[in-house]
């Protein structure tokens, strides 16, 4: 990730639904505050335990769609969190896979 963030001219890609896998934000959620505090948010909001859920599954719930959408978003923005946390923060230029338009609009905003 160091490499990622020392490149000025980075390039957030917030993945579509299909990229939700267990272990996802694992070392993110580990290594950064920020992360965590992303996590704590939206397991707050959801009422139960998206981090857990993305670190370790089950897959089978991950992939349902009601909760893998869920689980690409926060992860995204968990993702562009750690960069901040590192002291880069890429340009607010985003590309997405539909339906997480949502994710490129939440990294403009946070620029």
């Known amino acids: 990730m160091n490499d990622i963030a020392s490149n000025r001219d ?13 272990g996802m934000g694992a070392k993110w959620h580990e290594h950064h505050l920020p992360v965590r505090q992303i996590f704590a948010t939206a397991n707050e909001q959801l009422g139960f335990d998206l981090a857990a859920l993305c670190v370790a599954g089950p897959e089978e719930k991950l ?6 959408q869920l689980a690409i978003f926060t992860t995204s923005i968990a993702a562009y969190a750690a960069l901040r946390d590192v002291g880069e ?11 997480t338009n949502v994710c490129r609009l939440w990294g403009c905003s946070a620029a």
């Open 10 to 22: 980075t390039l957030v890609l917030c993945p579509g639904q299909g990229a939700q896998h267990v």
């Open 89 to 99: 923060l890429p340009p607010p230029a985003m590309t997405v896979e539909p339906p």
């Open 63 to 68: 992939n349902r769609t009601d909760v893998a």
